[in-house]
């Protein structure tokens, strides 16, 4: 089964381009030093991105053009020579583009959560769709069910959210549920917030989000890509920077910074402010995890050998 992210990440394209029209056109025109580095990626990651760069391109002299209008179509334009360097989302099981440096820049993440008085502290693959499912053939109704004895728990209440302008539930639905739909038992909440009001509310809520923002009435609950048999499959893992880059969580989707060898020379000084503490800290202020340092460092180092 292949993620579909032609829908995903161009399902907000024509909003998302108007909103951005206007500034992404000025900064276009803005070219520091002799020469342009024209910059391509995820539609998701232009509002991230777009004032860091330009910030930092503005300190260092370094022009800049950016294109953020789908990850599809950057990784065509890089294939074909048309982009010097870009921000795309490459699904876990996806090849990386051939004649390409490929380095980590961020990551989404569907994150579970539960009331703080819920003794359940990791949970499965194959729980969470017989839990949302619509397809699941032996539906989770009760905490009962997932072995979780606890007499204050009622029949599970699960909860969404309907973000119309992240991946969190798409997300989901490709790691958790197989591909399937939602089933018709699922609320939606109308936002984080009001997702977090009604786990707080409902000690048998659980619920799905992008980036946990910490609340001590709530907690984060582990999640292992299978149930059955034995192996490394087995070992539940929480959503941190470090599982996450890892691949040992089983629900996320990598964004990387991809170049063409040969134009290695030329975006080494945008790609080191892509990979900078600074960009760091922006991505993590939102609802994605940066690349951990180690790894960006790694990253920086490789292009200063020429990678």
Same mark, same amino acid.
């Given at each position: ?11 907000? #394209? ?6 951005? /029209?206007?500034?992404? !056109? ?39 053009? !950016? ?10 334009? *890089?294939?074909? $020579? ?18 390409? /440096? ?5 990551? %989404? ?21 017989? *839990? ?12 009962? %069910? ?7 728990? +009622? ?17 989901? &639905? ?7 739909? *939602? ?7 109308? $936002? ?11 000690? =048998? ?5 992008? #980036? ?6 709530? &907690?984060?609950?582990?999640?292992? &890509? ?5 192996? +490394? ?13 890892? $691949? ?5 989707? $990598?964004?990387? *910074?991809?170049?063409? &060898?040969? /134009?290695?020379? #030329? ?8 990979? =900078? ?31």
């Amino acid at each position: 089964m292949e993620l579909n992210l032609h829908y995903i990440f161009n399902m907000k #394209k024509i909003s998302l381009r108007l909103l951005f /029209a206007s500034a992404l !056109l000025a900064f276009s025109g803005i070219a520091f030093g002799a020469e342009t580095i024209l910059l391509c990626g995820s539609d998701l990651m232009a509002p991230i991105l777009k004032d860091e760069i330009l910030k930092q391109a503005k300190e260092n002299g370094i022009g800049v053009k !950016l294109d953020m209008v789908g990850s599809f179509g950057a990784l065509e334009k *890089i294939k074909r $020579g048309e982009c010097d360097i870009a921000v795309v989302a490459i699904p876990k099981g996806s090849s990386f583009p051939k004649d390409c /440096a490929v380095m980590p820049f961020a990551y %989404q993440a569907a994150i579970v959560v539960v009331n703080v008085v819920n003794p359940i502290e990791e949970i499965s693959l194959n729980q969470l769709y017989d *839990i949302f499912s619509k397809n699941s053939n032996s539906r989770a109704e009760t905490w009962t %069910q997932l072995g979780v004895k606890n007499i204050g728990l +009622r029949n599970i209440l699960p909860l969404i959210t309907s973000f119309s302008d992240n991946v969190v539930v798409e997300l989901f &639905k490709y790691s958790a549920l197989k591909g399937t739909n *939602i089933g018709s038992w699922v609320n939606v909440a109308g $936002g984080k917030q009001n997702m977090y009001n009604m786990i707080k509310a409902n000690n =048998s809520a659980i619920g799905i989000v992008g #980036k946990f923002d910490g609340d001590n009435m709530l &907690k984060v609950v582990a999640v292992s &890509k299978s149930s059955d048999g034995g192996g +490394r499959g087995n070992y539940a893992f929480r959503p941190d920077s470090d599982s996450i880059h890892n $691949g040992d969580y089983p629900m996320s989707l $990598g964004f990387y *910074i991809v170049c063409r &060898k040969s /134009a290695l020379e #030329k975006v080494r000084p945008l790609a080191a402010i892509l990979l =900078s503490d600074s960009m760091a800290r922006t991505v993590n202020s939102t609802d994605f995890f940066s690349a951990p340092e180690n790894s960006r460092k790694k990253s920086i180092l490789e292009l200063d050998m020429g990678r």
